[in-house]
């Protein structure tokens, strides 16, 4: 029988969780799943007040905090439906973490940021595929990269700007895209896809703080990438309605690179 490819991408009857969903990126993502038909649980620090008619449900979450992530486990799907689709948009960082360069970093600040961030997308992806397996759910978990855990950082772009390159960041990063390939790997017997974008440079204010990237910065970083510009934020959206739909049923463990052709220079 032939498919239907025009409603490859409908996310009617779909369960999406989606941590880090009020982010820069987030935001982005749950409005395009709320058009697609998804119903959205987001997972964050700060609950969002409902907008006009959507039925998205707002959770408190830490993703930084390790009672947090175990509470999350034992007692939300106690009462909860287990997702279709799992989602990672968090970016957890300590206060310090403009410091994490390799002229300012220190151990504590290094190990702290390790554990908040890469442990926690590793924790719980593994642990949302416990819970599709459990459920007999035909899944897929989208993991959120970056190009930096696939090529080293330019120094030169962040000479006489008010940016520095970050050495956790790519550590953070590569290891998220690898793991992606353990999940995929062993998962997929229990038909539970896992996949990752590897994100290049978004337009926005700097991690951190609440400063627009540098203008010279922003000058160096453009000429390096094929299409001459940053990406924006709201062109991450469609590439997760891909993975998140049967449009992609054939694919897991696979990186999707949303650079602008950064990566392949």
């Not at 759910?137 to 855990?149: A, K, T």
């Amino acid at each position: 029988m032939q498919k239907n490819f025009k409603n490859l991408f409908n996310l009617d009857n779909h369960e999406v969780y989606i941590v880090g969903g009020n982010g820069l990126i987030g935001t982005q993502i749950v409005r395009s799943l709320e058009q697609f038909g998804a119903s959205v649980t987001v997972f964050d620090l700060k609950i969002k007040k409902k907008i006009n008619r959507s039925k998205t449900k707002y959770v408190k979450f830490n993703c930084a905090d390790e009672k947090s992530i175990k509470n999350f486990f034992i007692n939300y799907f106690k009462k909860n439906r287990c997702p279709d689709v799992f989602i990672n948009a968090s970016y957890p960082v300590t206060k310090d973490w403009k410091k994490n360069s390799f002229k300012e970093i220190n151990f504590n600040s290094y190990k702290k940021n390790i554990e908040i961030h890469m442990n926690s997308y590793v924790w719980i992806a593994k642990n949302i595929a416990d819970q599709m397996k459990k459920n007999n759910v035909y899944g897929s978990i989208i993991q959120l990269s970056s190009m930096y855990g696939i090529v080293a950082q330019d120094e030169n772009l962040y000479k006489n700007t008010n940016i520095s390159s970050n050495m956790t960041y790519g550590i953070i990063k590569s290891a998220t895209i690898h793991f992606t390939k353990q999940l995929a790997s062993y998962y997929g017997k229990y038909n539970i896809r896992v996949n990752n974008l590897v994100i290049g440079g978004i337009k926005g204010h700097i991690k951190g703080t609440k400063k627009k990237q540098d203008k010279n910065f922003l000058k160096k970083f453009n000429s390096k990438v094929p299409l001459k510009r940053m990406g924006l934020a709201d062109e991450i959206p469609s590439s997760v309605i891909f993975l998140a739909s049967a449009a992609s049923s054939y694919i897991t463990g696979s990186n999707i690179f949303i650079d602008g052709g950064y990566s392949i220079i």
